[in-house]
């Protein structure tokens, strides 16, 4: 049985909104320092979907994709997910190791590349969240999976055992140069989380 | 030759990239180890200057990168070692000064920022 439509209201999703907006500013510095190039961000959309929905987000349960996840510990226990689009993905680990893809494959240094930059932007999203709220958000050591958006799922579902309904997504488009990089971030908390997140923010 | 440098991160990117920052600066990086348990055999093998240690890495013979700066600090309490961890991780750096980490760097940084770190380690 899936989800229902999540309850929340008009200065909720604004408030969010505006926590997104620094959260992904964070990100892009953080990105930018990592790179020690400029990275500029477009402004992040949010949206709120059930669990089940996500891989329609990035293209489709068969779209293949690159995720790091990481699972959250602390207050507000839950899921962090980060997906690019297969090209995306490839676009961001030449962008970072300096060197383009041969056949389209993922090296090992590309893989923990990205991982990295999965990593960075997690914590700056976190540390974000983890201010208007104050609430304790410690990330796991990331995992890194490519694979169809629908399998990706699934690991979070079944390999973690994560209980959740809802996912928070924040859509950003990270530029360097000409080079576009397109990810997608969820947040998906546990059952509970995400109440207290709102109610912490006082909306 | 610089000073001997061992660069501890499960992530190979990252040991890369640290290894390049110090490499530029005439650190000579004499080894690598990807989890705590070959940090602590490599210090042993190796006896380097200074460790650059990732805070967060998965256990391996039950040793993180914490449990790895305690068994280091065990074998040799002069040893140098420079956390690095991410944003977020205030916690996890105090128990790893409180172990014997003498500094940190924080994810992401400006190569300047590693080699001033690294500076102040080995000068303490």
């Known amino acids: 049985m899936g989800a229902g439509p999540i309850n929340i209201n008009d200065v909720q999703k604004d408030i969010l909104q505006e926590i997104a907006n620094i959260c992904a500013g964070n990100a892009a510095t953080s990105l930018s320092q990592l790179l020690n190039k400029k990275i500029e961000m477009n402004l992040p959309r949010i949206h709120f979907i059930p669990v089940e929905k996500v891989p329609e987000v990035v293209g489709g349960a068969d779209k293949l994709v690159v995720a790091v996840v990481l699972q959250i510990l602390g207050d507000a226990p839950g899921v962090n997910l980060l997906v690019f689009p297969q090209e995306d993905a490839r676009i961001l680990a030449g962008i970072l190791t300096g060197k383009a893809s041969i056949n389209g494959v993922f090296t090992e240094m590309d893989q923990s590349a990205i991982k990295e930059a999965g990593t960075i932007l997690s914590a700056a999203y976190l540390t974000t969240l983890s201010s208007f709220t104050n609430f304790g958000l410690v990330p796991s050591t990331p995992t890194i999976i490519i694979d169809m958006a629908g399998a990706i799922i699934d690991y979070i579902l079944i390999e973690l055992s994560a209980v959740m309904e809802y996912a928070l997504v924040i859509d950003s488009e990270f530029v360097e140069a000409q080079k576009k990089v397109k990810g997608h971030f969820f947040l998906l908390p546990n059952a509970g989380s995400f109440e207290a997140i709102l109610k912490a923010i006082g909306a | ?124």
Do not use: C, W
């Open chain 2, 1 to 124: 030759m610089g000073a001997k440098v061992l660069v501890v991160d499960d992530a190979v990117f990252m040991r890369k990239m640290i290894g390049d920052i110090l490499k530029k600066e005439g650190y000579e990086v004499i080894g690598e180890a990807e989890n705590g348990k070959e940090a602590v055999d490599k210090y042993t093998e190796f006896k380097p200057d200074l460790v650059t240690m990732d805070i967060v890495m998965p256990r391996v013979g039950d040793i993180d990168g914490i449990g790895a700066v305690k068994q280091i600090m065990e074998k040799d309490s002069r040893a140098k070692i420079l956390m690095v961890s991410a944003m977020g991780q205030h916690a996890l750096v105090v128990e790893a000064i409180q172990a014997g980490a003498k500094d940190f760097v924080t994810k992401p940084f400006q190569p300047s920022r590693v080699i001033e770190a690294a500076k102040r380690v080995l000068e303490s």
